[in-house]
């Protein structure tokens, strides 16, 4: 199984920075994609950002050039650094990693989520 863990959320202005980290436990080598999905209230989550196993990245029309996902070498933290940020960018950030269980099942696991407040 694989657990993750996000951290780095707060309270900025708008047009200010925050990175996101998500930091991944368990069976590691297992991981295939990793994502960033947003919540606010009264939303549907959606998603944001997601990192492939070989390095792809793609992102939400809404946060390209803003947005970006990396990860470090281990391939056990996954990053979303937030620039120029908006009041539409409030949310709660969840982190998501898909896996795989032997050679035909798949299962998705969820962080607790990070609150990002953006005032104007």
């Known amino acids: 199984q694989v657990q993750v863990v996000e951290s780095g959320g707060g309270l900025v202005q708008a047009g200010g920075s925050l990175r996101l980290s998500c930091a991944a436990s368990?069976?590691?080598?297992?991981?295939?994609?990793m994502g960033w999905y947003r919540q606010a209230p009264g939303k549907q989550r959606e998603w944001v950002a997601a990192?492939?196993?070989?390095?792809?990245?793609n992102y939400r029309d809404s946060v390209k050039g803003r947005f970006t996902i990396s990860r470090n070498n281990a391939r056990d933290t996954v990053y979303l650094q937030m620039n120029s940020l908006k009041p539409e960018d409030t949310a709660v950030y969840y982190c998501?990693?898909?896996?795989?269980?032997?050679?035909?099942?798949?299962?998705?696991?969820w962080g607790q989520g990070t609150q990002v407040t953006v005032s104007s």
């Open positions: 368990g069976n590691i080598a297992s991981i295939n994609v």
């Open positions: 998501n990693a898909d896996y795989n269980i032997g050679s035909y099942s798949t299962a998705s696991s």
């Open positions: 990192i492939t196993p070989g390095g792809n990245t």
